[in-house]
């Protein structure tokens, strides 16, 4: 049966080729058809037709398959888990220098500008210490690092759903409680904040 096979190797890696697009991947997955089929294939009928020719159908599944097991394991993540030492220090290490430049503002109120916009990020982060520890994590976990709301959903094992609307309402809640100080920041009115 095999040396039926191995006759269309050929026919078999362009199959594999057009699925993954990966030359060394498509031999791969070839061998691994080669071994399931030898593996699991007890009734030569499934695989050699009437007229004596392989099923090239039966082997194009199988490829497929083959690949796509092979490219689920791939995306498998472990879980990941909610703990204090996975969030750096937000207000330590975080630099506003990618939208204030020294060329647009004197030193002084560039100064002024870090110390207000340092306030507002402390005064939120202090906001978000009294909420429930699941609302706390969950706002550093999205806010704080550059994790999409996907990326979040993936590592935590919870519901993109769930993510996307506890973000939404952590948005809106900091929004109301802090829009004063975003306008009198905009305004310039940094001693205010």
């Known amino acids: 049966m095999l040396s039926k096979l191995a006759k269309e190797h050929n ?9 993954c697009g990966d030359e060394q991947l498509s ?8 071994v399931r089929i030898d593996k699991y294939v007890k009734d030569e009928s499934k695989l050699i037709d009437e007229d004596g020719s392989v099923n090239a159908f039966y082997i194009y599944v199988t490829i497929k ?6 490219f689920n394991d791939q995306k498998k ?17 975080y630099s506003s220098d990618h939208w204030l430049s020294e060329s ?31 609302d706390e994590k969950l706002f550093n976990l999205y806010f704080l690092s550059d994790m999409s709301l996907r990326d979040v ?4 094992k919870i519901s993109l759903t769930s993510i996307y609307n506890s973000v939404k309402n952590y948005k809106q809640f900091m929004l109301e409680k802090f829009s004063e100080d975003v306008e ?5 009115d940094y001693d205010k904040i």
């Not at 030193?107 to 429930?132: G, L, S």
């Open 184 to 188: 009198d920041f905009f305004n310039g």
């Open 77 to 93: 993540l472990e879980m990941y888990q909610l703990r204090e030492s996975d969030f750096y220090n937000y207000t330590e290490n």
């Open 153 to 156: 959903a993936n590592q935590t």
């Open 27 to 34: 031999r791969d997955i070839v061998q691994e058809m080669y």
């Open 65 to 70: 398959n083959i690949y796509f097991k092979w």
């Open 104 to 134: 647009i503002y004197d030193e002084e109120e560039r100064e002024d500008m870090e110390k207000a916009y340092q306030r507002t990020v402390d005064n939120i982060m202090i906001e978000a210490e009294k909420w429930h520890w699941y």
């Open 11 to 19: 026919r078999w890696y362009s199959m594999a080729l057009s699925i």
